[in-house]
């Protein structure tokens, strides 16, 4: 006998004592045994020890009773099947016994044992045949009539099976549902509502045609008009199924709806709030099918939701209104109305619920609920009971929630300084809401005074989300919401929660409004904050600092002149309890921070008042700095004290705190490195004069290793930093160029150096130069700048040089021009003589073009004869770089003095057909970085020649041609425009298409002029969706998904028009397909193919811009084509679909049976085994995107419910080769499941 066998029979011995003790003790060493994974029984062993806990069950002693419960859990699986099921037929057995307790022990032990049941693949067997030996014992319980204790046990552990294994339950469905329904007619209430819960775990996973089944059963019962008890449990099992299966209910709705309407007609409260539940269910489940009954369902909402008949509200208002001296009669008159009996409040809360589901999924009706829904939410502010007006205050957040996502972007600070009709086509609706904003402070101010906790948090939160919604709508209402605010502050009553959120309300409204509001109130809005400051709750006391913080600036806002606000008075008050906190040492972290946030903001805005006390702060900056867990915050605080207009003397930190700031750049914590140094640049800017050059040696070391590609943000910022210090104490700065200089030109030839990062360089080189430091002169400057161009292999670092570096050094070399001009003309000499030495490298070559062309951007070159001759010499080069970089270096130039090239280019363009192309490089180049007004004149010359070559058959030719067209249309948009849209009916094919390209051109991501006139005119554009060629209705798609990226308010309008042709083009077209013939071989090309990938590309990005215009389902019909098209287009599709599992997962619940095959087809598709590389790298590519497509599926909540989805995750689970993906997609990638965006890491 092993030694485990031993152990336990020795427990097994003492169970059998007659010390109840003793065998709780010897039950409990079992447990703690049975929960060792390591543990192994013999079949012997497994016997004896379910054979003991089964009859512990009957135990005399309840806690050995309990613990023998717990101890079924392990077992379950550590035995054999055998022993499982002797398990469950003793305790389903005794789930029929007379004895309650036997019966309520048994229970707990099945519902035990079903809450272990193995769910994976090698399990399931086991689950399988234990759920026919339980499901068939608790058929036989629900038809004991007799006794209603058995017969609710049975249906409470039904509802726990079905909920975890339904799936595995398949075969019995038919038979439980054909037993669970006649328990609705039961005489008993409780009965009914399990047998309600049990159905809704069953609605899920049952076939369509039990659904259905069910769904006529209640629909035929109703129809017979029931005894009210009985519809009410039918209209509460409707309301259940629908929540629970969801889409299904859909097809079902033209009967269900007259039906639930007719019952909102009895005369019973708890019958109309399950219908009104029946309802919200409906909207939340099946919104399409329920759009013609949305009419219905709001009348009916505005219509009970006012239900109150017991109660009259119009004296009530009256009295409220001749004064308060009543109170107490009031509340009297409340307690005689609130009857116990009254459940009247069910209905209006059920139909408040139902309109929230209805505003928010129903944006698109959003104008309408402004007229019809939101002055009933309203008048319903003064609602008496309190858990209705919660849900009051809920629907109308709602409401505003769903305005702040229809305007777009969200909405600026100050009232009336939004440019009409920015926000998009949603903007009426904040238009409309600007107009209730007296009424909905009218409704709320006086109940911020109310004793009603709930109701004041219900206040604060709606008009926090008004402040969101209109900034600045509450500036004229501030002295009415002023009291409200002060009262949840000061009442002794108050709850923390409750002060918390006056606060946070209090600082959302000083954000979104101008400090000169507040000023007259600040004697009556301070002291209740500073008194929450020194609250013995934390986060009170962090909420108030952040409020106060606020309220330091709206004593003096920056740029105030001294005539206004006297912040005097107030200083004092605030500094003394502020500086407790900082001076505190012993208190919560969140308070640690935002106390010396609040002590730097005083200091930046009211140093002046704070005299003698400088030093004193000052220095506990210093010490707060030296502390690891509140440097970061000291680091930010020092910046802006540095930074202030009131020019504080830092005199006295300042060497030590460089010393500690320079040992930060050394510290591996990116967020303290850029602090930091943004601190630094700031002290180096204003108190340049109190800096020691010793003391800044701490921070010059760390500087060159701060600047690398591997970081481009640090580098950019530390390089501003050596400008500041190039420009304030050029002395330190010579120490160290030797090192930052080779860390800065490697820079310079990095591929990834652009934007932000590279204007620093070039700041940075014209500061060096102008500082006339000895050793860094121009011409070594300009050495080291274009000295890895002319060696003959060209490289950098072993490395060849990259087209951006080329680049990044001509904008250098120009940089280092504007700034030592008396330098310029050798230098452009010295540029034409690299260009004309044919002997030279073509790097050089092309460095000197790009070179010379930058330097001309700023117009010192003028109009000479002799770099005209060296530019058009190189575009008759060999060399293909060389011309590329003559046509850049051309169009430049013409930038810096456009009479002088430009028509020249105009007449080569013109009279050299072979260098057309290159010209148009150029003129492309002057019409995007020319000003709209130096262009003006020469915009008909140019137009007149682009208008020549838009037929040009030459496809690259044409699409330069468009966007010159484009770029130059937003030059005078009023008059081009119209042009663009004339030659869009008069051109052939080429040109109509050159055409929609420019206007793809015109759309540009930020506002411009030009945007109105697109709104009106690019319906007419997008009607080339329906054009005859193919190619047209190609680049219409391409302009469309650039609407859709760019601009989503030019098209959100025309979606219902736009989006049937869009659709049109995702289907393949067997007339597109044709075979060719290769020598022996027969190659099926596509024409189609192009066309289908710009309109799946056009249908991903109206995912993100325009969801709100889809209707869901039917894109899902043209994404499930996608799933079986050619592989770039699944590629898409599957992304498509992740995207859409997180956005609008009860759509793509409704349609899972329909989109797990293709991704199954997918998942298991094998290549031919002699089919070249690629083909294997390209369909493990797909099985790898199918595989994040069905992460996303799985992440959904309730997906495994639907039986094909369940049976896809089983087989994954147990094929090596697809878990080993899955596995992969999930953990190495992060998931894997979005689109690849937001890269920029800075």
Not at 419 to 448: R, Y
Not at 789 to 815: I, K, N
């Amino acid at each position: 006998m092993s030694s485990v066998s031993y152990h336990i029979s020795n427990l097994l011995d003492k169970m059998t004592s007659t010390d109840k003790d003793f065998r709780f003790m010897a039950t409990n060493d079992l447990m703690l045994e049975l929960q060792k994974d390591s543990i192994k029984l013999d079949e012997d062993s497994e016997r004896k020890v379910v054979s003991m806990l089964l009859k512990l069950l009957e135990d005399k002693n309840g806690e050995v009773q309990n613990l023998a419960v717990k101890c079924l859990a392990p077992l379950v699986s550590k035995v054999k099947e055998p022993q499982v099921e002797t398990m469950v037929d003793t305790l389903c057995l005794n789930m029929t016994s007379d004895k309650e307790q036997l019966r309520d022990i048994s229970s707990m032990g099945l519902k035990t044992v079903i809450a272990e049941l193995p769910l994976s693949s090698s399990g399931l067997p086991l689950t399988a045949s234990v759920c026919k030996k339980i499901t068939s014992q608790l058929i036989g319980a629900m038809g004991k009539q007799d006794d209603v204790s058995v017969q609710l046990e049975a249906l409470d552990i039904l509802s726990d099976m079905l909920g975890r294994l339904s799936g595995a339950l398949v075969s019995f469905h038919g038979s439980l549902l054909s037993s669970l329904l006649p328990q609705l007619t039961s005489s008993r209430m409780a009965v009914r509502k399990r047998s309600i819960l049990a159905l809704g775990h069953l609605v899920p996973c049952c076939s369509p045609a039990l659904f259905s089944q069910l769904t006529q059963h209640l629909l035929t019962e109703l129809s017979k008009a029931p005894p009210t008890s009985m519809t009410r449990t039918y209209i509460q099992c409707l309301a259940t199924i629908s929540r629970q299966g969801g889409h299904r209910v859909g097809e079902h709705l033209e009967k269900l709806i007259p039906m639930v309407v007719k019952f909102t007609g009895v005369e019973d409260d708890e019958l109309r709030e399950y219908c009104f539940q029946a309802f919200e269910a409906f909207i939340r489940r099946c919104p399409k099918e329920m759009s013609p009954h949305v009419a219905t369902v709001t009348q009916l909402c505005l219509k009970f939701m006012t239900f109150d008949p017991n109660y009259n509200y119009d004296d009530n208002e009256e009295e409220e209104d001749s004064m308060d001296i009543e109170d107490g009669l009031d509340e009297e008159t409340d307690d005689e109305y609130s009857d116990d009996d009254d459940l009247s409040w069910k209905v209006r809360r059920s139909s408040i619920k139902c309109l929230e589901a209805l505003i928010s999924t129903r944006r698109d009706l959003l104008l309408s609920f402004y007229s019809s829904v939101c002055p009933a939410l309203l008048s319903r502010f003064r609602e008496r009971e309190e858990n209705v007006r919660a849900d009051v205050f809920a629907a109308f957040s709602a409401l505003l929630r769903q305005t702040r996502a229809g305007s777009g972007r969200p909405g600026v600070s100050v009232v009336g300084s939004e440019p009409p009709g920015a926000g998009g086509e949603e903007e009426p609706a904040v238009a409309v809401l600007k107009k209730q904003v007296p009424a909905i402070v009218k409704a709320l101010h006086k109940q911020l005074k109310e004793k009603s906790i709930k109701s004041r948090q219900g206040c604060f939160c709606l008009l926090t989300e008004l402040a969101h919604t209109v900034p600045g709508a509450l500036q004229e209402h501030i002295p009415a919401l002023i009291p409200g605010v002060i009262f949840s502050l000061t009442d002794r009553s108050t709850t923390s929660t409750m002060r918390i959120d006056a606060l946070s309300f209090f600082h959302v409204l000083l954000l979104s409004h101008p400090p000169q509001v507040f000023q007259p109130h600040m004697q009556v809005l301070l002291p209740p904050v500073v008194s929450c400051i020194e609250d013995t709750f934390y986060k009170i006391t962090s909420e108030a600092l952040l409020v106060t913080q606020q309220l330091i600036r709206v004593m003096r806002p920056q740029g105030q002149t001294a005539g206004g606000f006297d912040p005097k008075p107030f200083v004092q008050q605030v500094f003394s309890v502020t500086m407790k906190r900082l001076k505190a040492t012993d208190i919560d972290q969140e308070v640690k921070e935002r106390a010396i946030s609040c002590m730097g903001h005083m200091v930046c805005y009211l140093g002046d008042h704070l005299k003698t006390e400088l030093s004193d702060i000052l220095s506990i900056f210093l010490e707060r700095l030296k502390n690891e867990i509140t440097r970061l915050t000291a680091v930010r605080t020092i910046t802006l004290v540095s930074a202030s207009p009131l020019k504080i003397d830092l005199s006295t930190i300042l060497p030590e705190a460089l010393s500690v700031l320079g040992s930060f750049l050394r510290k591996n914590q990116r967020a303290l490195k850029l602090g930091t140094l943004a601190c630094l640049t700031a002290l180096v800017t204003h108190h340049a004069a109190s800096i020691k050059p010793a003391a800044l040696e701490p921070v010059l070391a760390e500087l060159p290793a701060l600047v690398d590609e591997s970081d481009m943000h640090v580098s950019q910022v530390s390089i501003t930093l050596l400008t500041c210090m190039c420009k304030a104490c050029s002395s330190s700065l010579a120490k160290i160029c030797s090192s930052v200089l080779p860390g800065v030109f490697r820079l310079v030839h990095s591929p990834l150096l652009q934007g932000g990062a590279l204007a620093a360089i070039l700041d940075f080189l014209q500061a060096l130069v102008q500082s006339k430091t000895s050793n860094l002169g121009f011409s070594q400057l300009m050495k080291s700048l274009t000295e890895p161009f002319h060696s003959p292999q060209s490289c950098v670092d072993g490395g060849a040089l990259h087209r951006q570096s080329y680049h990044s050094v001509a904008r250098c070399v120009a940089a280092l021009c504007s700034a030592a001009p008396k330098e310029t003309a050798a230098t452009v000499a010295g540029l034409i003589q690299q260009i004309k030495n044919t002997g030279s490298p073509e790097s050089a070559r092309v460095l000197a073009l790009l070179s010379l062309g930058e330097v001309g951007r700023s117009g010192s070159l003028g109009g000479s004869k002799e770099v005209q001759g060296v530019i058009l010499e190189a575009f008759s080069s060999t060399s293909e770089e060389v011309k590329t970089a003559s046509s850049c270096a051309l169009g430049s130039m013409a930038v810096g003095s456009l009479n002088d090239y430009l028509p020249f280019m105009l007449k080569e363009i013109s009279a050299q057909p072979r260098r057309q192309y290159l010209l148009l490089h150029s003129l492309k180049e002057v019409i995007s970085a020319c000003p709209g007004s130096s262009l003006s004149p020469h915009v008909e010359s140019i137009w007149a020649l682009l208008f020549q070559n838009c037929e040009c058959p030459e496809e690259g030719t044409r699409n330069l041609v468009a966007e010159c067209l484009g770029k130059l249309t937003l030059v005078n948009p009023a008059q081009l425009l119209p042009r663009l849209k004339q030659q869009l009916k008069a051109g052939s094919p080429l040109a109509r298409s050159t055409m929609v390209t420019a206007v793809k051109f015109t759309i540009v991501d930020h506002p411009a002029p030009i945007d109105s006139l697109l709104k009106d005119s690019i319906g007419d554009f997008l009607k080339t969706l329906q054009d005859n060629d193919i190619n047209v209705r190609r680049v219409a798609l391409v302009m469309f998904n650039s609407a859709a990226h760019n601009k989503p308010s030019l098209i959100r309008g025309l979606l219902g028009t736009v989006l049937p042709h869009l659709y049109r083009e995702t289907q393949i077209r067997k007339d597109l397909i044709r075979e060719v013939e290769m020598g022996p071989f027969k190659h099926t090309v596509d024409d189609g193919l192009d066309v289908r990938k710009a309109a799946f590309e056009c249908m991903y990005t109206l995912l993100d811009s325009c969801l709100d215009g889809l209707d869901v389902l039917q894109f899902l019909d043209h994404v499930e084509e996608g799933l079986k098209d050619h592989y770039d287009i699944r590629m898409l599709t599957f992304l498509m679909l992740a995207r859409l599992a997180s956005l609008c997962p009860a759509a793509v619940l409704q349609r899972l049976d329909r989109l797990v095959e293709p991704l199954r087809a997918t998942c298991t598709t094998k290549v031919k085994a002699g089919s070249v590389k690629q083909e294997f790298e390209k369909q493990e590519e797909l099985r790898r995107s199918a595989m994040r497509a069905v992460a996303a599926l799985l992440a959904v909540p309730e997906v495994e419910r639907s039986p094909s989805m369940a049976d896809f995750a089983n087989q994954i689970r147990s094929n090596a080769d697809m878990a080993s993906i899955y596995q992969s997609v999930q953990g190495g990638e992060g998931g894997g499941l979005g689109p690849p965006e937001g890269m920029d890491m800075s």
